[in-house]
């Protein structure tokens, strides 16, 4: 267990339609970085925060955002769902976001879009 | 921008057999390096990392990995697998003192046959 959360497990939804994926870090950690687990992509980073402030960005589309709260939880927010935004995505955590820090990953959400 | 490539993308082996997993980076400055492993269905753990000072470094579970700055290489190795070592391994690259950004190969799916 590395002490990340991730709610829910797997989610089930149409096309079109807006999802909301929620993290809890490492107590302690400050920050929180988002991926996205597909066949054909591999582990692609979307986007990390520190502190609740965006600190840096991958491939991460126009239809998704994220944030952080005061208490440190993170949000990632899909809309517009495509049949492609099928993946895992994973959240992950670290001390303080540095380069040289490891990261400590949830077990995943799984979204199916039909 | 730095790019990892891990040039297997499946590697079958025979329980109690030798393993190499390999890893190249595209970097002209000095990096950070990490192996993660993920078992089905779970996210990913850190296995070891390279930060800096001995070139050889170890994991807890009898892998290591040797940083050659050179072949800007980073190959993963287990003398002697177990079957319970089935899974997928990742080796990620970061810049020291650069961006927060971390870049991932695509992975390498270890498949311990007994």
């Known amino acids: 267990d590395s002490g990340v959360t991730q709610t829910p497990k797997h989610l089930i939804t149409a096309t079109g339609q807006r999802v909301t994926l929620r993290c809890s870090p490492r107590s302690g950690d400050l920050s929180v970085y988002w991926y996205q687990q597909s066949l054909d992509q591999g582990l692609q980073f979307l986007i990390q925060?520190?502190?609740?402030?965006?600190?840096a960005k991958g491939n991460i589309l126009e239809r998704f955002s994220a944030q952080q709260f005061p208490d440190l939880h993170s949000e990632l927010n899909l809309s517009s769902l495509e049949l492609g935004d099928s993946a895992l995505y994973f959240c992950a955590s670290s001390v303080d976001g540095t380069t040289d820090n490891e990261q400590f990953f949830g077990p995943g959400t799984r979204l199916t879009v039909l | 921008a730095q790019s990892v490539t891990q040039l297997d993308s499946q590697v079958p082996v025979f329980e109690e057999a030798p393993v190499e997993l390999r890893c190249n980076y595209s970097?002209?400055?000095?990096?950070?390096l990490f192996w993660y492993v993920q078992y089905p269905n779970q996210g990913l753990q850190l296995l070891l990392k390279?930060?800096?000072?001995?070139?050889l470094v170890e994991s807890i579970n009898g892998f290591e990995a040797e940083f050659n700055k050179s072949q800007t290489s980073f190959h993963l190795r287990k003398p002697s697998v177990h079957i319970s070592d089935t899974a997928e391994y990742f080796c990620a690259v970061t810049v020291s003192g650069g961006s927060y950004i971390p870049t991932f190969g695509r992975g390498t799916s270890l498949i311990v046959h007994p």
């Open positions: 390279y930060l800096s000072g001995s070139t």
């Open positions: 970097s002209s400055v000095s990096v950070y």
């Open positions: 925060y520190y502190n609740g402030e965006e600190r």
